[in-house]
């Protein structure tokens, strides 16, 4: 199962934050259980650190567009289209 979703991860990651971080905390529970063999361990480690890295990207991405809503000072809001993670 490791290495389907790993391949997963490979050929364009996930398509959503809540994907990832679901995924991400399936990954942690396994780990923590310490039932998986040090290959799939390993595996494992891997994919979650892709998993977090996409998230903090998400993440970042989010705050500075309500930075960028929240920067004109006239109080309306301007809305300017953004390059969305794929």
Not at 6 to 30: D, M
Not at 33 to 56: H, K, N, P, Q, W
């Amino acid at each position: 199962m490791a290495e389907r979703n790993n391949s997963r991860a490979r050929r364009g990651g996930p398509k959503s934050f809540e994907e990832a971080l679901k995924r991400l905390q399936e990954i942690v529970e396994t780990l923590e259980r310490g039932e998986a063999s040090l290959d799939t361990s390993m595996e494992l480690y891997e994919e979650g650190i892709v998993l977090s890295r996409f998230c903090l990207e998400k993440l970042n991405r989010a705050e500075l567009r309500l930075k960028e809503l929240h920067k004109n000072l006239e109080g309306t809001f301007e809305v300017k289209e953004r390059d969305t993670i794929e």
